[in-house]
């Protein structure tokens, strides 16, 4: 049973719907492993022993919803009715919602049980999840080392075997950061692919998705969760067919580009990050597409204070909806130093400030799909380091900030793709000398998952992964 629950989620659905393991069997496994592990790596901040077994106990064989009695796990920022909402800040408090978030109602509608809430940094801002409400959460290859963020925590539970699929969401990478440090599958989905609703109307940068072991998992569940919801301002346009079955087709000979320098000038990055692109660049050229070496115009002296001011303020919302919720102003005893000056730096800037840099970085955007127009996916490292020690990124002591620009020199990558819109996916191509997993990223075309899966699909079969476990487990 220790095993069980490192098999994909699709696999473990179709054990409950044979009859061969019942939904309790399952989900009482996964919540006994996190009660074994979770005093060693923090993954989660609320564990739901009881609604979970009362939910799989109603789960018989031959359910015909497509993840009937698999286990998963809620980031702490999206809400499950009856659990805590706390965006891992002590400014929320003991907040429980009444009602389910739109992208939790499809999660529960395709049969998944809850089994709890994972740990994030505070209000998500960084790409470490060491909050100061619930500690750090580790990473299961190396317990000194963080599991990224913010999603870290649903990367350490599906890493370490707690759960065989978690929820994450990605506003700068933090989906990819996670699976990069932790060995996993993540996407995430073009701009308003995953409705945000009901609390958000609309985001430039934040869309939904999960964390796997698996593609097949994850475009499963992405066919689960993509789609209009009423009173969403944006929506993605619908894919021609579901998912699961554009992802399984031929992609043909793709023309790639292999891009290596940075999203910011002058960072250097890993010899072992650079080496797991460099080797996907070779897979991928074996496998009969045309890669060629890029230089993209996205190394900009302001690109990151521009992203600052468009990720600022919604970050700077939540802290005003916490305030509200409590019913006084926000002080800063109630979050971190690094969620104040983040709240401080917001309320510096007039609207006017605030338009400015999100038309700079709209521009920047269109130029830079206007040139990635060329190439059907374009592949980088993920991370530009390897996994950051705990303690190294945290947001808190005297200049907080500080901590703030640093964890950029870690993320390069990433957060173009949430400027930008375009789908992007992490893959756990390689392992680095150091035994911690290396993550490779591919960008696709806007709104193109079904391309970019279909790429993903035929990495892993040409070189799987999913059986890897990390020593913890």
Known sequence: MSELLFRPALELAELVRSGELSARELVETSLRRIDELQP???????????????????????????????????????????????????????????????????????????????????????????????????????????????????????????????????????????????GLVGLKPARGRVSVGPEQGDSFLVCDGVLSRTTADTVAVLDLLAGYEPGDANWAPPPPAPYAELASGDPGRLRIGLALTPALEGLDVDPICEQAARDAASLLEALGHDVSEISPPWARGDLLADFTRAFGPQISFVTFIGGMLRGSEPTPEDVEPLTWEMWQLSLAHNSVQALASLSRLESFARELVSFLSAYDAVLTPTLAQRPVRIGEIHGRGPDPMDHYRRSASFTPYTAIANVTGLPAISLPLVHGEDGLPVGVQLFGRPAREDMLLQLATQVEQARPWADRRPALG
């Open 40 to 182: 060693k790596l923090n993954a989660f901040t609320h564990v739901a022993h009881e609604t979970a077994l009362k939910a799989a106990e109603q789960i018989a064989a031959n359910d015909p919803r497509p993840f009937a009695g698999v286990p998963i796990a809620i980031k702490d920022n999206r809400a499950v009715a009856g659990m805590p909402l706390t965006m891992c800040s002590d400014l929320f408090g003991e907040l429980t919602p009444p009602h389910d978030a739109f992208l939790v109602r499809r999660i529960r509608e395709a049969g998944f049980v809850i089994v709890g809430k994972t740990a994030m940094p505070e209000m998500g801002i960084l790409p470490t999840t060491e909050s100061r409400r619930f500690g750090p959460t580790r990473n299961p290859w190396d317990t000194d080392r963080t599991p990224g963020g913010s999603s870290g925590g649903s990367a350490a539970a599906v890493a370490a075997g707690m759960v065989p699929i978690a929820h994450g969401n990605d506003g700068g990478g933090s989906i990819r950061i996670p699976a990069s440090c932790c």
